[in-house]
Structures are given as structure tokens and as C-alpha cells.
């Protein structure tokens, strides 16, 4: 998803929903995390060595990934133990059932 522009994501239930949530949206797989009542966006393959992130840790604002364990933080997606590594990261707002996402830039 190369542009910023909303994308919505339809019939999502967040009250029985299991985190992460993976959905698609412009063309990208996104994982949604539930960080406190915030929801947190990235892509779901490392842009290190493309493992997957769902199975990564959450650790407050921050997503470790299960493979090398670069982190990175859900805001920025800066890596943060590793430099030069950048994930893309993905406001998500949710309205009833329908969630909406955009890439941060």
C-alpha cells in the first residue's frame, strides 16, 4: 500500500475478535494488535528476512519479531534495536463493524 489514503475493512466484530488480526488491505496483509484499548497496525512480513509477525511479541507500543528479534515500534515503525530497518505501520480506526486503515508515513 503505497499511498495513505483510508482503506475499510468490513464485518470485523472487535468483541470476539482473536488478536492479531490479519487483513488485507490495498493489496498488503496487515496484522492488527490490541495494545491497551489502541489499535496498532504492521505489516505482517519482516522487512528483515520476511519471517511472519504474527506469532511476534508485543511489548507496550513495540512488536518483536519471532525470527532475529528486531523490534519495532507500532507508531513509527522504526526498528529499534537494529538501524537502518523500517516497518510499515498502519493507523487503524474502528467504527461498529468496520474497521479502517492507512499507512503512517
Known sequence: MADSQWHSIEGVDLQ?????????????????????QKLCGIQRICPHQEADLETGKVMGEMLKCPHHGYIFHFITGKCLNFTGVHADVYEVVSEGNLLRVRRRD
Open 16 to 36: 470476539t475478535a482473536s488478536f492479531p488480526l490479519t487483513v488485507e488491505a490495498g493489496g498488503e496483509e496487515i496484522l492488527i494488535f490490541k495494545v491497551g
